[in-house]
């Protein structure tokens, strides 16, 4: 059973449709590397993913579940544009909530350990507010992994981190995929996203005009997917 | 048991951030107070006539009052995209609308709370006489206004023009409630208890909170994430 699966997704705004019968799987384990230009529909593919908003036509598919059954959700981890944290709480308080709400078993724990993971322990009882930019970041990565989410949608994940947010996202990114986890990610860094990704796949207004496996070729040149099956 | 948890959890997190900044609450309690003022300036305080439509102006008070309040509701979501993380965690959207509301209940009831007193001094009225069942048609009718403004909030949170369109889609669907509010009011103020003849407001203001409180919660999946 595929882990993601997309099967024939429209999606409207107005009269405007951003996704045109969309055809995209992931299987568990594999990690699928969203192209394309801006306004090429990969942001609403994978808020679409995520059960943010329901598709015009056709079914997203979690494990063969809709995104909406809350037991599905529990399974989904999501990293948007925004960092997704309160400002008036503090890192600590934020975690807890989302722990609590994710049904954990000891969630302020569970906080505590994702706050060391992301070198944010000494800052625990700091309010969000007064949080540097990388800072907060982390702090939205570590919301997003919290639960131990099975499939990781990240939306564009490595656009304005800092140094330290980049490298503490892609060893969690590594240990997500060695651990046999999926992940779905949009982006603009090819070198980035192609060093992680098994699948690419590319979307043109709304419609995929690629889907496969990375190559050793897509590694060494990152333009590769567009010079070959990219708009003139 | 579960389900209470979320929405207790929803509730002490609207309210922690609420009483951290306290941008709404006390923008809505200023607005009460300087309101009341106001209407004490316009209206004759000796006037029997003014006695008489003391529910009618304690109510338009905490309607607009409360609408300031109301609006934060949602749009706190905004900053940050916190409205996505809400909607991705595995919790119902009842759950999230139920701790959404009672967190506004509770804020609604302290500023009305603290202007009561003062719309006595204001009006040189004794409002305690009916005490108890002015709390009452108080909690009802704040429970009712909260209940529309919530699910009202969730709808037009991504509306530019969400603070003007609040009170526009509101106020209509809470006619009934504020009409069954003000009459109950002027008369316990005026120190009529309710009866047999004038419980029909009560029934209504009753009917009112559970009927949309049903459909809102029927509704509010609709609502975040569209038919």
Redesign the interface.
Known sequence: MNAVAAEGVWKFYGDFPALRNVELTAAPGACLALIGRNGAGKTTLLRTIAGFSRPGKGEIKIFGNSPRDAETRRLMGYIGHGISVYDELSALENLTLFGKLYGLPEPRKTALEWLERTGLERVKDGLVREFSRGMRQRLAVARAFLHGPKVLLLDEPFTALDDRAIAVLQRLLREALAEGKTIVMSTHQLREALELATHVALLNRGQVAFHGERTAAMVSDPGWVYAHYGEA | M?YV??VL??MV?DL??EL??KEAVNASLSFALVVLLLFSFAFDPSEETTREISGGLLWIVFAFAGTLLLNRSFAREL????L?????????GSALFLGKALANYLLVMAVELIALPLFGVFYNVRWTSQFWQLMLVVALGTWGMTVTGTIFSALTVNIRLREVMLPILNFPILIPALLGAMQLTSALIAGKPITADNDAWLKMLIGFDVMYTAVSVFLV?TVL???
């Open positions: 579960a948890r979320q959890v929803v997190k922690r951030a951290r900044t900053g940050n995209d916190c996505d993380a809400l909607i991705a965690a595995p919790i119902p999946e994430v569209g038919g």
